[in-house]
């Protein structure tokens, strides 16, 4: 498939294990529908209605949608309901790229109506999961570990990360500020989700290796998969701004992960609470 390469990097998919001192912490934000793609059939509308089912319908619930743009003029459109409530209108998909988030409520037995129109190479991707924090926190030990937050990505720390046993933590987060840096240098689909990986109060001595879950949507699709990193534009720079980079990965299409060397230049102490180091990551579709 075109700009996938096959990676041999296939520890995501051996059988979940905890390293010593690890504790893990799970709040939910699970995903519950998608992500998923939506398109047109040769640029005419198409609607397509799917069922889906949740176990606790307590939790809060987000609806994200992205708009894709096929060329300068083609831009999806489209309306979206959820139990035969509307939920987002044809106004509100299409008019600039934009992730757009609206909270929902759900029952336990869910059908989503999909309305797509526009360019057949210019989709909207669809997702819905609950609000809450998901993440793994590790006692890591100088000769590295693989760090697993269950579902989403996983994190080798290569031996001599760091000098002694340091506190991690890799979390799911769904920040406004990082969606507004990432569409002020892309206008490309990704996944409606961070990965943040933070290596409390000293950064990584090493690159470490990540790999994040996609789903089958991404790799059925005809569009190249890249995990991004938000990093500074000029390091060196006191004025510079903060962007995400494209950083060169490769797709396992039997085990749906995208993976890469995440450089140590990624961890900043400017983006984790307290002054943690943490590096920011997330999937983005490139053609």
Not at 8 to 16: D, E, Y
Not at 23 to 40: D, H, K, M, N, T
Not at 119 to 135: K, L
Not at 172 to 185: K, L, Y
Request: net charge negative.
């Amino acid at each position: 498939m075109f700009g996938k390469i096959f990676n041999a990097f296939v520890l995501a998919a051996l059988p979940l294990y905890f390293c010593n001192g690890l504790v893990s912490r799970a709040y939910g934000q699970s995903l519950v529908f998608g992500p998923e793609l939506f398109s047109s059939e040769g640029g005419k509308s198409q609607r397509v209605v799917k069922h889906f089912s949740i176990q606790d319908v307590s939790q809060k619930f987000i609806v994200s949608v992205q708009s894709g743009r096929g060329s300068e003029k083609g831009v999806a459109r489209g309306a979206i309901d959820i139990n035969g409530e509307p939920i987002v209108s044809p106004d509100e998909i299409g008019k600039q790229f934009k992730m757009l988030k609206k909270p929902v409520k759900l029952q336990k037995q869910n059908d989503i109506s999909v309305e797509v129109a526009g360019e057949a190479d210019a989709p909207i991707i669809v997702t819905i999961m609950s609000q809450e924090e998901y993440s793994v926190t590790a006692k890591m030990p100088p000769v590295g570990e693989t760090v697993y937050l269950a579902g989403y990505a996983s994190v080798i720390f290569p031996s001599g990360t760091f000098e002694g046993t340091q506190d991690v933590m890799v979390s799911t987060a769904d920040s406004p500020s990082a969606q507004d840096i990432f569409e002020t240098n892309y206008t490309v689909p990704r996944l409606p989700y961070e990965i943040r990986i933070n290596s409390g109060d000293k950064a990584p001595e090493k690159d470490i290796e990540v790999s994040v879950n996609i789903p089958e949507s991404f790799v059925s699709s005809n569009y190249q998969i890249h995990i991004f990193a938000q990093m500074h534009d000029n390091p060196a720079a006191t004025d510079g701004h903060d962007r995400f980079f494209m950083i060169s990965s490769g797709v396992d299409e039997i085990i749906k992960t995208v993976s890469a060397t995440l450089p140590k230049q990624a961890f900043s102490n400017r983006y984790g609470k307290n002054g943690t180091y943490e590096a920011i990551i997330t999937v983005g579709l490139v053609q």
